[in-house]
T-cell receptor
């Protein structure tokens, strides 16, 4: 199994630009999670899906952030417009019936 | 309120020293408990987990953790650390089959060769 796949691994963009992060969960997993990790705030849950349905998006910082999961094998996290304070590592994770999270390698986002 | 507390922000040990990282939680109902490790520049990896049964859980790389219900604790231990254990360790707690995991702030472990 290839594990959770995220792309891109690194993204550098200018303030105001749209950023799209992508995630492919482990095949057969039915829950998908988007996390953001920064030095200041640690690991924060942004949103999670169960069976492709968003269950809890209370961690999404503001309307500039949106996430979709059109099918069981793909999810996107979009930031529009991006701001420097969005710079962080964004992790996608998947799980089956909540039994632990399997994390992807992360996307390091730098907004200048 | 549900929370996870890791009291040590940064632990520095010499190789072969014993390790214990504290984790206390506040959570109503049945809990599932996890320890994750994040090596420098890498993603989080599951180290060990507890759902039920024997409260002493053995994980990968010689790590173990003990669930003490009366103390709301799930401390991580390793009898003899190696330089390669240098990483950040996160305790997490969750409940139910589909719920969120609440992560602690993490404890950075530095092992001196």
């Amino acid at each position: 199994d290839a594990g959770v796949i995220q792309s891109p691994r690194h993204e550098v963009t200018e303030m105001g630009q749209e950023v799209t992060l992508r995630c492919k969960p482990i095949s057969g997993h039915n829950s998908l999670f988007w996390y953001r990790q920064t030095m200041m705030r640690g690991l924060e849950l942004l949103i999670y899906f169960n069976n492709n349905v968003p269950i809890d998006d209370s961690g999404m910082p503001e309307d500039r952030f949106s996430a979709k999961m059109p099918n069981a094998s793909f999810s996107t996290l979009k930031i529009q417009p991006s701001e420097p304070r969005d710079s962080a590592v964004y992790f996608c994770a998947s799980s089956l019936a909540g039994r632990g999270r399997y994390f992807g390698p992360g996307t390091r986002l730098t907004v200048t | 309120a549900q929370s996870v507390s890791q009291h040590n922000h940064h632990v520095i040990l010499s190789e072969a020293a014993s390790l214990e990282l504290g984790c206390n939680y506040s959570y109503g109902g049945t809990v599932n408990l996890f320890w994750y490790v994040q090596y420098p520049g890498q993603h989080l990896q599951l180290l060990l987990k507890y759902f039920s049964g024997d409260p002493l859980v053995k994980g990968i790389k010689g790590f173990e953790a003990e669930f003490i219900k009366s103390k709301f604790s799930f401390n991580l231990r390793k009898p003899s650390v190696q330089w390669s254990d240098t990483a950040e360790y996160f305790c997490a707690v969750g409940g139910g089959s589909q719920g969120n995991l609440i992560f602690g702030k993490g404890t950075k472990l530095s092992v001196k060769p």
